[in-house]
C-alpha cells in the first residue's frame, strides 16, 4: 500500500463503504485507477468513540484494503500512524490528491452531511474535476425517497414501507398482497420472557493479526477513548459478516419476532441478529440478509411473525430512516421541538447509577458496544426523553459510542424516535414511558433499589418520578396529540401533592446527575 504513480481516476472511499461493488460502480479499471482510504483520528474525536466503534472501522478497512490488493487493485492506504498522517480527512485528500495527480476524483455519497460537505469542499480546493456517485447499497435511492415524500403530508414508515414491500416483491403473493393477509405482524411480537432464557451465544470472531496489530494503534494513537476493549467480537471482514448473517437465520430468527422487545440481566443480544454493524459497513447487503431470512420462511424453519418483523428492520425501518435524514435537510440535527436543555448524565460514560434498568443497558454499551432496540428506545433513550436532556447530546453519545453508529442511522432514530426533538416528522408521538414497561419486558426491576410501583418518596422509581414530571411539563402540548391526549389527561388524576412533590423529586434527580444547567 505504497505510494502510486499518477493515476487516471482515484475513488476514495470511507470507512462504513467496504463493498467491492463501488469500484464497479465507480466505473475503475485495475489497469489505470486508484482506490484510496484514509484511518484519522479526527473520525474518532469530533464526537466520542467507543474503542471497539474505532477498532472495528479501522481493522474491517484494513482488511478490505488488504483484499482489493489481492484482487488486482492500487491501494493508496493511510495509516493512523502513518508520520505524514495529518489526522484531517479533508486534508489528507488534499494531501493524496496531490501526490497522485489524478485526473478525476471520484466519491460514493457519504453517510452524513458532515462529510459531504467536508469531501466536497476538499475536492473543489485541489481544483481536479470531481463526482459524487450515490451509494447502491440500499434498496431505494434517496431520490426514490424523495419522489415518495412529496406525495406525503406525514412521513410514516408504515406506509413506506408497505411500497418497498410491493417494489421488492417481499413476503407478497402474486398479486402484491402481503403473505398471511397482513403487513405488520408487530403485535404478535411483543412476548417477554417469564423465566431466565437460554439464547443461543453469537458466534466468536477471534481478532486475528491484523486486528490485534490495529488495536495497539488505536491505544497508542487514541488512549482516551472511552469503553472497553476486551470483549471485542465484531465482524471485520464480509467472510465473517455472511458466517454472521447464517448464525442468526439458522439460531436465534426463529424467536426474534417472540422476543424483539424483551430485555434480560446479563443477556445483551438474547435473539436479536446482531448485524446492524456489519450492514452498515457495508460487508452485509441488505438485499441478501432479506433473502436468507425469507428463505427460512419458506422452508419452514422460521415464522412469519419473526421474518416480517426482521424484514421490516432492514427494508422498512433501515431504510426509511436514512430518508428522513437525507431529506430534512442539514438543519435536522439541530432540532429540539420540546426545548431540551439538560446535558447528558455522567453516568452514561461510567454506567455508575443504583437503576438497575440502566446500569445493565450502560453495562452492554460500555463492555460491547451494543445494545438491543428496546434498550436503546426506552431505557437509555427514554430516559434522555423524559429528564429533557438536550438531544445534540443525546445523539452525539449514540452516535460515538455504539458500534454501529453513523450518522444517517443514529440521527433520526435518537431525534426523531427516541426524543421526538422533530416535532413529529418521524414518529407520530414521544415513547415516552414510565418503569412499568420496562418492569413488563424485563426482569431488571426485581434487583433494583428502586419501587417501580412509587412515584414520590425515597425509593420512588426515577422512570417514575421523571415520566410524569415531563408530562406535566408538556401536558398542554401532548393534548393536542391524538396518540398522546389520553396519557396527557391522567396528569389530572394526580394528587394535589403529587404534583407539588413530583416536580421537586425530579429536579433533585437531575441536579444529582448533573442535567440541570
Not at 8 to 16: A, N, T, V
Not at 229 to 257: C, H, K, Y
Not at 431 to 451: E, F, L, Q
Request: hydrophobic residues 40%; neutral net charge.
Amino acid at each position: 500500500m505504497d505510494s502510486l504513480s499518477a493515476v487516471r481516476r482515484l475513488l476514495i472511499l470511507f470507512g462504513d463503504q467496504l463493498d467491492e461493488a463501488y469500484l464497479d460502480q465507480a466505473g475503475l479499471d485495475r489497469q489505470v485507477d486508484a482506490v484510496a482510504l484514509c484511518e484519522v483520528v479526527e473520525e474518532s474525536t469530533h464526537v466520542f468513540s467507543h474503542v471497539q466503534r474505532t477498532v472495528l472501522f479501522l481493522s474491517a478497512m484494513r482488511h478490505f484494503a488488504s483484499l482489493l490488493t489481492e484482487h488486482g487493485w492500487r491501494v493508496h492506504y493511510v495509516r493512523l500512524d502513518g508520520q505524514e498522517n495529518s489526522q484531517s480527512l479533508d486534508t489528507e485528500i488534499g494531501r493524496i490528491t496531490g501526490e497522485l495527480r489524478p485526473a478525476e476524483l471520484v466519491f460514493v455519497h457519504p453517510g452524513e452531511w458532515r462529510v459531504l460537505d467536508m469531501v466536497t469542499a476538499a475536492a473543489r480546493r485541489t481544483g481536479v474535476p470531481f463526482s459524487v456517485r450515490i451509494d447502491s447499497h440500499f434498496t431505494s435511492s434517496l431520490q426514490w425517497f424523495d419522489d415518495w415524500a412529496s406525495t406525503r403530508r406525514q412521513l410514516r414508515m408504515e406506509h413506506f414501507y408497505r411500497e418497498r414491500r410491493r417494489d421488492l416483491h417481499v413476503l407478497v403473493d402474486a398479486k402484491n398482497r402481503p403473505i398471511g393477509g397482513k403487513w405488520n405482524l408487530d403485535s404478535e411480537n411483543r412476548r417477554s420472557f417469564r423465566s431466565e432464557p437460554h439464547a443461543p451465544e453469537v458466534p466468536r470472531f477471534a481478532p486475528d493479526s491484523v486486528t490485534l496489530e490495529t488495536i495497539e494503534a488505536v491505544r497508542e494513537s487514541l488512549p482516551q477513548l472511552p469503553g472497553r476493549l476486551e470483549s471485542f467480537n465484531w465482524p471485520v471482514t464480509r467472510g465473517e459478516a455472511l458466517l454472521a448473517l447464517g448464525d442468526f437465520v439458522d439460531n436465534r430468527l426463529s424467536l426474534f419476532g417472540d422476543y424483539q422487545d424483551a430485555m434480560w440481566s446479563g443477556q445483551d443480544t438474547l435473539y436479536h441478529s446482531v448485524l446492524s454493524s456489519s450492514l452498515n459497513l457495508k460487508l452485509l447487503r441488505p438485499g441478501e440478509v432479506v433473502e436468507a431470512a425469507v428463505r427460512a420462511f419458506e422452508v419452514g424453519s422460521a415464522p412469519l411473525n419473526a421474518v416480517e418483523g426482521f424484514v421490516r428492520q432492514i427494508v422498512g425501518w433501515r431504510e426509511y430512516i436514512r430518508g428522513v435524514y437525507w431529506n430534512s435537510g442539514r438543519g435536522y440535527g439541530a432540532r429540539n421541538a420540546l426545548n431540551a436543555e439538560g446535558s447528558l448524565p455522567w453516568f452514561y460514560w461510567n454506567g455508575e447509577t443504583d437503576m438497575e434498568c440502566m446500569r445493565e443497558a450502560l453495562r452492554s454499551v460500555l463492555e460491547h458496544s451494543y445494545g438491543h432496540h428496546i434498550a436503546r428506545l426506552m431505557v437509555t433513550g427514554n430516559l434522555g426523553l423524559i429528564a429533557g436532556i438536550r438531544p445534540s447530546e443525546v445523539a452525539d453519545w449514540y452516535l460515538g459510542m455504539y458500534v454501529d453508529g453513523v450518522e444517517w442511522a443514529t440521527l433520526p432514530n435518537v431525534l426523531g424516535m427516541a426524543l421526538y426533538a422533530d416535532g413529529g416528522i418521524l414518529a407520530s408521538k414521544p415513547y415516552a414511558a414510565s418503569g412499568n414497561y420496562i418492569n413488563r419486558m424485563s426482569n431488571y426491576c426485581r434487583t433494583c433499589r428502586y419501587d417501580v410501583k412509587d412515584r414520590t418518596g425515597e425509593r420512588a422509581c426515577p422512570f417514575n418520578t421523571l415520566y410524569w414530571d415531563f408530562m406535566m411539563r408538556h401536558q398542554e402540548r401532548f393534548m393536542r396529540n391524538p396518540r398522546m391526549a389520553l396519557a396527557a389527561r391522567a396528569v389530572d388524576k394526580l394528587s394535589k401533592s403529587e404534583r407539588e412533590e413530583i416536580p421537586r423529586l425530579a429536579r433533585a434527580l437531575k441536579d444529582t446527575w448533573g442535567v440541570s444547567r
